[in-house]
C-alpha cells in the first residue's frame, strides 16, 4: 500500500522562503513523476509543479521542485512568498513508471493529506 506524507508547511511573512517535503512508501519511487498541487480557500486545485523521473529537479517561476530518490522523498521550495500563495499544498505521486508530470490532478494516484501554508502582509 503506497503512502505520502508531506511535511513543513506553516505561518510565514510576505516575502519569506519555506520548503516542503514529502516523504513516499509503499514501492519503489524512482521511475514515478510526482507533483505538487494547492488549493486556495474557495478556489480550485491548482497544478504547482512537477518533477519526473529524468530530472532531479525542476524550477516554477518563484518554486522549484526536486526529488532525492534514495530517500523516496520530493521536495517543493517557495521563494519569495506572498498571500495569494495561502493554501494547503499536497504531494501528489502518478502511479505509472517512466511517465511524464501532469497538471491534471486526476493522473495522480496517490495523495498526501496536504501541509497548510499561510502567508500574512
Known amino acids: 500500500q503506497v503512502r505520502v506524507v508531506e511535511s513543513g508547511g506553516g505561518s510565514v511573512q510576505d516575502g519569506a522562503s519555506l520548503k516542503l517535503s514529502c516523504q513516499f512508501s509503499g514501492r519503489p519511487f524512482s521511475a514515478l513523476p510526482i507533483a505538487w498541487f494547492r488549493q486556495a480557500p474557495g478556489k480550485d486545485r491548482e497544478f504547482v509543479g512537477g518533477?519526473?523521473?529524468r530530472s532531479s529537479s525542476a524550477d516554477f517561476g518563484r518554486f522549484s521542485v526536486s526529488r532525492d530518490n534514495a530517500r523516496s522523498m520530493a521536495f517543493l521550495k517557495m521563494d519569495n512568498l506572498k498571500p495569494d500563495d495561502t493554501g494547503v499544498y499536497y504531494c501528489?505521486?502518478?502511479?505509472?513508471?517512466?511517465?511524464?508530470?501532469?497538471?491534471?490532478?486526476?493522473?495522480?494516484?496517490?495523495w498526501g493529506q496536504g501541509t497548510q501554508v499561510t502567508v500574512s502582509s
Open positions: 501528489a505521486v502518478r502511479l505509472l513508471e517512466h511517465v511524464g508530470v501532469s497538471s491534471d490532478s486526476g493522473e495522480y494516484g496517490a
Open positions: 518533477i519526473d523521473w
